[in-house]
C-alpha cells in the first residue's frame, strides 16, 4: 500500500487522552496504520502520496454508530413522509418486504458512499430484514462496502415481532409476505452462528466485524434476547437493539416479566459495556441509572428524533450517568440525509431545544468537542475498537478532513471545529481516508463511481416501489388520503 503523507495541515484534532490539537502539522500513514505526527517541519518529507493540507481541519475518521443501509432505497418516501413511529412503519413495511439481494448492494454503496463523502470512516448497520435461508443479503451487503473502503460493523439482528398492532393492519395488505419478515428462533441462530464463522474477522485493524441483536428488544421473548447475550459473551461481540423505551413497552414488560425494563436487561445479559442502544429518546432515571452504571452506551440519531417526532433524548442526564454517548445517522426512510457531519451539527444544538433550568440548564449544554468525541474515542471505546477514534502511532489510518478556507467558514476562526459544526452548508469532505487508503479528495469519491450508485440505487427504489404497488395496491408516490 502507497505510503500517505499530510504535510501543513492547519488544525489536527488527535482526540487522545490528552486531547492535542495540533497547528501547522503532518501526519505520515503506511500499510493502512498511522506510524508518525507532529508539528511541521516534517522530519520525513518524502511519500508517495504527498497532501497538502493548508487551513484544513484534520480528525479522526467518523464512526456512525447506528443506520439501515437497506432503507436507503427507500428514502423521502410520500406514503411516509408525515407519519409518527407506527405509521410511518406501516408505509414502510410493505415496501420493505420485496428487498433482495440487488436493493441491498445499491442500499450500501448509496449509504456508504454519503457516509465517505461526509467523512464517516466506520459505520454500524444494524440489519434486521435478511430474509431467505441462505447468505445473499449479507453477502450483497459486504461486497458493497468493500468495494467502497467502508469499514463496517455489521450488526447481524432480525425481527422476531412486529410493532404496536401492525400485524393486525398489515396481515389483510401483504398476506403471507408480512409472516416472511418475522424470525424464527429455531432457524435464526443456526444462521447466525454460520455467519459468524463465515464473515466475522476479530483482528485488530478489521475492516468487517458482526455484532448481534433484535431489532427492538423483545419483552415478549426472553429466551431469544438470553441467547443474543449469551452467544455475544462466548464470541466478545457487542450488542444491539432499538431501545426507547415507550410507556407502553413498559407495560408489556411487566406483564410477561414481572420486573422492570432495567431488570430485565439485566436478567437476559445485556446489561454490560458491550451494550449500545439506539435512539433512548424516553429513558427514566433508573434506566439512565442502570445502563450509566453498566457502562453501556446509545446512539442518539439526532435527525429521526426529529423526522418522526420523538421526545428530545436527556443527554446530558445520560452522560452524567456514565452511558458512552454516540452519533447515530439512521435508516435513509428515517434520516432521508445520510450524512455524517449534518448529524453532527445538528446533534449539537437539538437538545437546546429542551433548554431551562429544570430541563437542560446551560452548563449542559454540548461543546463542539464533545460532539467530535461522541463521534470518535466514545463510539471507538463502544465497539470495542482501541485502534480506532483517535490520531495517533500505531493507530489505523482513518482520516476525514475538511477545507475551512470558504465563505462558509468565513469569520469563524477562533473556534475551527466550533467552525465546521456550527457554520457551513455543505458536508462535503477535503479527504476521507479508510485503513491508508484515500476514498475521498476534493469532495469526490474515488473508490467507486457515485453516478454508477445514483443511477442504480434509483433503479433499484423504482423496481421495488413497483413491486410493491402490484402486490398491496398501495400508492407510495403520493401522501395518503388526509396526509
Known sequence: MPSLLLRNIGWLYTCD????????????????VMVALGAEPCPCPDADDVREMAGCIVLPGLINMHHHFFQQVTRATPHAQRAVTLEWLFGMYPLWSELDADCLHWATLAAGAEMLLTGATTSVDHSYLLPGAGSEMMEAEIGAARELGLRLHLVRSCMPTIEGDLATRLRPIMGEKMEAMLDKAETLFPRIERDLARFHDA????MLRLDLGPTVITYAMPEMMRRFGEMAAAND?????HFLPREIERALCRQHNGMETVDFLRSVGWLTPRSWF??????????????GAAGCGVAHCP????????????????????????????????????????????????????????????????????LLLMCTRVAAGVLNRPELGHLAPGMAADIAAFDLRRAAYAGAMLDPLGALLMCGADSSAKLTVVAGRVVVADGRLLSADEGRIVDGTNAAMESLTQRATRSTGLDFRNYPEGG
Open 237 to 241: 461481540l457487542g450488542l444491539h437493539a
Open 278 to 291: 439506539a435512539h433512548s429518546v424516553s429513558l427514566d432515571d433508573a434506566e439512565i441509572a442502570g445502563l
Open 203 to 206: 483482528s485488530r485493524h478489521s
Open 17 to 32: 487522552d490528552r486531547d492535542q490539537v495540533l497547528r501547522d502539522a503532518w501526519l505520515r500513514c503506511e500499510d493502512g
Open 303 to 370: 435527525r429521526t428524533a426529529v423526522r418522526l417526532g420523538y421526545p428530545v433524548p436527556r443527554i446530558a442526564a445520560m452522560r452524567q450517568a456514565g452511558i458512552a454517548v454516540t452519533i447515530g445517522i439512521d435508516g435513509g426512510a428515517s434520516n432521508d440525509d445520510g450524512s455524517m457531519l449534518g448529524d453532527m451539527r445538528l446533534g449539537l444544538l437539538y437538545h437546546r431545544t429542551n433548554a431551562g433550568a429544570e430541563t437542560v440548564p446551560l452548563r449542559d449544554w454540548l461543546k463542539p468537542y464533545d
